[in-house]
C-alpha cells in the first residue's frame, strides 16, 4: 500500500512539473507566433528556449512513456519462454538497462560540468539586454545539460522498481504481463 502512495505522489509531482513545462513552452512558442505574424517581429530568444524546454520535457516523460509500454521494446523472446525464465530474462533486462541509464547518469553529469559553466545565450540577452538585470541572474548552460542525468536517473529507478516488482512475481507465481503496462492514473487511455 505504501508504494502505492509513493507512486501516486511521484507521478501526480511528475505530471505537475511536466504540465508546467508544457505550458511555458506552449506560451513561448504562442507568443513567438503572434509576434512574429502580427506585428513582423521576432523575439531571438524563443526558438531557443523552446528547444531546451523539449529537452527537459522529453527526457522527463520518457519515465511515463516506459510505464505506458511506449518504449520500444523486443519482447519476442520473453513472449516465448515459460513464465520462471520470462521472469528471469525481464529482470536482467531491465538490471542492464538501469546500469546504462546510471552511465548515462555519471557522464551526463561530467559532460554537463564540462560545459556547463558558461550562461545560456538566450537568457543572457533576455535577463541582461531586455531586463538590465546583473550577470549572476542568467542560468548557466549546466541546467540544459542537467535534463540527461536526471531523466536517466528517474528511469533507472523506475526500471529497478519493475525490477523488484519481477521479483515479487517470481516468488508468488505472477507472470511478467502482469505489469505491462501500468497505466498512470488519471490518465485516459
Known amino acids: ?3 502505492s502512495g509513493l507512486r501516486t505522489g511521484y507521478q501526480r509531482t511528475m505530471k505537475g512539473f511536466l504540465v508546467g513545462l508544457i505550458a511555458v513552452l506552449l506560451t ?5 507566433i503572434v509576434m512574429r505574424y502580427a506585428f513582423n517581429a521576432s523575439l531571438i ?5 523552446c ?3 523539449l529537452i527537459w520535457v522529453s527526457l522527463i516523460a520518457a519515465v511515463f512513456a516506459y510505464e505506458r509500454g511506449e518504449l520500444a521494446a523486443v519482447t519476442l523472446v520473453r513472449d516465448a519462454l515459460p513464465r520462471k525464465a520470462a521472469l528471469g530474462l525481464a529482470i536482467v533486462v531491465n538490471l542492464v538497462s ?7 547518469v555519471r557522464y551526463g553529469l561530467r559532460f554537463a560540468e564540462m560545459v556547463g559553466s558558461q550562461p545560456i545565450p538566450a537568457f543572457r540577452f533576455l535577463f541582461e539586454d531586455t531586463f538590465g ?7 548557466h548552460v549546466f541546467w540544459v545539460y542537467a535534463a540527461l542525468p536526471l531523466g536517466m536517473a528517474l528511469l533507472a529507478v523506475r ?10 512475481l517470481l516468488r508468488s507465481g505472477g507472470s511478467v504481463d502482469a505489469l505491462r ?4 492514473e488519471g490518465l485516459s487511455e
Do not use: S
Not at 538501469?98 to 548515462?104: E, G, T
Not at 538585470?133 to 542560468?139: A, D, F, I, K, L
Not at 503496462?181 to 498512470?184: L, R
Open 1 to 3: 500500500m505504501a508504494f
Open 28 to 32: 513561448i512558442m504562442g507568443l513567438q
Open 45 to 49: 530568444w524563443a526558438e531557443e528556449v
Open 51 to 53: 528547444r531546451y524546454l
Open 98 to 104: 538501469a546500469a546504462l541509464c546510471l552511465v548515462l
Open 133 to 139: 538585470w546583473g550577470p549572476e541572474t542568467v542560468p
Open 159 to 168: 526500471l529497478l522498481v519493475d525490477v523488484w516488482l519481477y521479483v515479487g
Open 181 to 184: 503496462p501500468i497505466p498512470p
